[in-house]
């Protein structure tokens, strides 16, 4: 087991993107195989957690008793009686090692000495029976001073107290957690690494002023900052630092002891409470006990201020105010530590300038135990503290054990926060989830020469939404977030919104999909997508990630939008619905991205040219002058009927449809002329094309839209794949969307 890669913490500005449109509606029975993500292969799944509890035993006169069996505990949870599963003793005393060994637990060389060209890592050895120590100096806030007594106490111990079956790993934290020394029982090694640290190592992350110069040092400033926000941060770093190197051994059986040498974690309020709760949780959970080391020592707290910090504001150092706010201060620190140390079976050192108590500690605490495991007989999973009692049929003896542990806590039980945090990682996690089908398409219309409105719909199989009988409706939530990364690094568009469904009858929606429309405003470039929904049941989640290219349409010779299909109209709703090129007299055209159509249904065609070329009219022929089939005039505000004659410098654009099956044309529509401009403020040419499907058979088209400006000659003849199928056996199901069609506008 390796821990190199611990800890990433990072902090990026994001731009706030224009969201125009958002809304969910019924679409389509299947997505289509060209627009489906990858989807992971079936498995069966199976999870098993089981609780460790470390026992040492030791008699009336404080030695170690090594002879118990599995049948002499008895084990309690909460006052229940465990089924011990698994037993264990770590004899780590009596280990005899010949020589001096060089290996670590991971096989792989320390990140502190560099292995030679073409040398092979050597064997990984055995944990058992050895003495697992993890160094981690927390240098994000430490003082010069306070980095020289720490470190020197770590040499000390390496120098005079460090036993063959002691295995070391080293840990610091500054501006970032590095893993700069993996186990291992070489003393050079060690050394190495720690003298390697200096003085300029702390990075000054102390915590700041709290909005008031009473009784704060002079700093010649106009006013006193609050930095409490920033407080608030810095101890959440400290704690999700010790989380992560925590979660990194955790499949280490063995006990592991985390020295952590820090100068306090300062909370404040109950804003940390939660970080402080899933370190100590984390620990519990990979056998570890953490021992903080307070590396201020004993500490001298003068009313007036120490030597080295400027005179104090205000009456406090004369009022004895001072000393009680250091006093409270300095507590305050040390007692998150303590909760650390006590929550997972270890020890903290406060107000000592002997620093060689915590190496002792270790030492004994780790120097013969017991591993018990069991898997807990209550499985609710509501995140509370589990009470643990270990008993002995020998009434001669005295255990140590922790006290307790944080159960687990599911969807079902979580708060607000944890939810909210949850998506949060989702949308940060490499890997993605897929215990919810997610699909997605979008498409590109201009808005000036350097923004483009790009649509984004998100669709969800309505069968993998459970409903609840509320009253007369069946009603579901859905979460849906996401974030555009500009070149995959940047974020120029995040979203985040929380959709309530509705419905008459869940029969409908089970047959069909769940779309969330959503749009946002972007310049031209590359850019990477991610999107995580989670139904609110459950908590299953789903994501979709794709790159998107939005053109520059500056560059091209013909100058075209998407082309959207759809088979659905629904009201507009929306404060930004005059500005969404979707929406047209009130009504919006909602996008099938599945590409899967029935025969009873319309399929609508909307897509945009700009900056079409002026010219003389010609007169056009008979040909050029009919709409298409079944596209009346008033769904097609491009097209006209018959041009002015002798009208000068006007536009003239021809549209048509084709339909292909294995390269053959089986369908093509009369062509559309336009020569006008449709929306003047975007020099856009809008299309909007009605044709009926009851003609075509089923089965798979490849459907072509021919665009050709007659002006300027350019020509452009985008297409895709499409699917038809049967029209539905009644007609109750190609009734249109009921109430589970609900809108929610941005």
Same mark, same amino acid.
């Given at each position: ?189 060690? /050394?190495?690494?720690? !003298? @390697? =640290?200096?003085?300029? +190592?702390?990075?000054?992350?102390? %915590? ?5 110069? *009473? ?96 005179? /104090?504001?205000?009456? !406090? @150092? =004369?009022?004895?105010? +001072?000393?009680?706010?250091?006093? %409270? ?5 040390? *007692? ?102 997610? =699909? ?307």
């Amino acid at each position: 087991m390796t821990f190199r890669r611990l800890f990433a913490l990072a902090n990026a500005a994001a731009l706030l993107a224009e969201f125009p449109v958002a809304n969910v509606a019924q679409q389509a029975p299947a997505p289509s195989s060209a627009q489906t993500p990858a989807q992971a292969p079936q498995a069966i799944r199976v999870v098993t957690e089981v609780v460790l509890v470390n026992v040492v035993a030791r008699d009336k006169k404080g030695n170690l008793v090594r002879d118990l069996k599995r049948e002499d505990f008895t084990v309690l949870e909460d006052g229940q009686k465990q089924q011990v599963s698994s037993f264990d003793f770590e004899n780590i005393d009596e280990l005899a090692l010949a020589g001096q060994t060089t290996p670590t637990t991971t096989g792989t060389e320390d990140a502190g000495v560099a292995a030679a060209p073409g040398v092979k890592p050597q064997a990984a050895i055995d944990a058992r029976d050895r003495r697992l120590i993890l160094l981690f100096f927390d240098f994000s806030a430490m003082e010069v001073d306070q980095i020289d007594r720490a470190v020197d106490s770590a040499k000390k111990y390496v120098n005079a107290k460090m036993q063959p079956a002691d295995l070391i790993a080293i840990v610091s934290l500054s501006t970032n957690m590095r893993l700069d020394l993996d186990f291992t029982d070489n003393k050079a090694k060690v /050394l190495s690494v720690l !003298s @390697a =640290y200096n003085s300029d +190592s702390g990075q000054g992350f102390e %915590n700041g002023a709290t909005g008031t110069s *009473e009784g704060a040092a002079e700093t010649s400033g106009a006013f006193t900052a609050d930095d409490t926000d920033y407080n608030t941060f810095s101890a959440d770093r400290k704690l999700l630092a010790l989380q992560s190197i925590i979660q990194a051994v955790g499949k280490l059986p063995q006990k592991k002891s985390l020295i952590y040498f820090s100068n306090g974690i300062s909370q404040s309020g109950v804003d940390n409470q939660s970080a402080l709760r899933a370190a100590t949780a984390a620990a519990v959970k990979a056998n570890v006990s953490i021992y903080p080391l307070d590396v201020r020592g004993l500490q001298a707290l003068p009313g007036g201020g120490e030597a080295q910090n400027a005179s /104090l504001h205000g009456q !406090s @150092a =004369y009022s004895g105010a +001072s000393v009680l706010n250091d006093l %409270n201060s300095n507590a305050a620190s040390q *007692e998150t530590l303590s909760t650390l140390a006590a929550d997972t079976g270890g020890k903290a050192f406060f107000d000592s300038n002997d620093f060689s108590g915590v190496f002792s500690q270790v030492q004994k605490d780790t120097s013969a135990y017991y591993i018990l495991g069991y898997t807990s007989s209550t499985h609710a999973k509501d995140g509370r503290f589990r009470h643990i009692k270990v008993a002995l049929n020998r009434p001669d003896v005295k255990l140590e054990y922790r006290a307790g542990y944080y159960a687990g806590r599911d969807f079902e039980h979580s708060n607000r926060t944890d939810r909210e945090q949850q998506i949060q990682d989702e949308l940060a996690s490499d890997l993605p989830v897929t215990d919810v089908a997610v =699909y997605a398409g979008t498409a590109y219309f201009r808005r000036d020469d350097s923004h483009y409105f790009l649509a984004v719909s998100l669709v969800v199989p309505g069968s993998q939404i459970p409903f609840v009988q509320e009253k007369d409706k069946d009603s579901a939530t859905l979460d849906v977030a996401g974030v555009v990364l500009e070149g995959g690094k940047f974020p120029v568009g995040h979203l985040r919104d929380t959709v309530k469904l509705a419905v008459d009858s869940t029969k409908q929606v089970r047959r069909k999909n769940v779309q969330y429309n959503t749009s946002f405003l972007l310049a031209p470039g590359s850019y990477h997508l991610k999107f995580v929904v989670r139904e609110n049941r459950s908590g299953r989640m789903g994501t979709f990630e794709s790159d998107v290219q939005v053109p520059d349409l500056r560059k091209v010779p013909l100058r075209s939008s998407s082309v959207v299909l759809s088979s659905l109209r629904v009201p507009a709703t929306g404060k930004n619905k005059d500005n969404n090129p979707l929406v047209a007299d009130q009504t919006e055209l909602v996008p099938n991205v599945t590409h899967v159509f029935t025969q009873d249904q319309h399929l609508y065609l909307q897509f945009e040219v700009y900056d079409a070329a002026k010219g003389k009219s010609v007169q056009p022929s008979a040909a050029n002058e009919a709409p298409a089939i079944d596209s009346p005039a008033d769904k097609n505000p491009g097209g006209t009927d018959s041009p002015p004659k002798n009208q000068r410098d006007s536009i003239r654009v021809f549209t048509s449809v084709e339909f292909l099956q294995n390269d053959v044309k089986v369908y093509e529509s009369k062509p559309i002329v336009a020569t006008e401009v449709t929306v003047p403020q975007r020099k856009a040419v809008v299309f909007q094309l009605d044709l009926p499907l009851q003609s075509l058979k089923p089965g798979f088209y490849t459907c072509q839209v021919n665009i050709i400006d007659d002006v300027s000659g350019n020509y452009a003849f985008p297409r895709w794949a499409m699917l038809i199928k049967d029209a539905p056996p009644t007609p109750a199901a190609a009734a249109t969307p009921s109430a589970g069609s609900s809108n929610s506008s941005k």
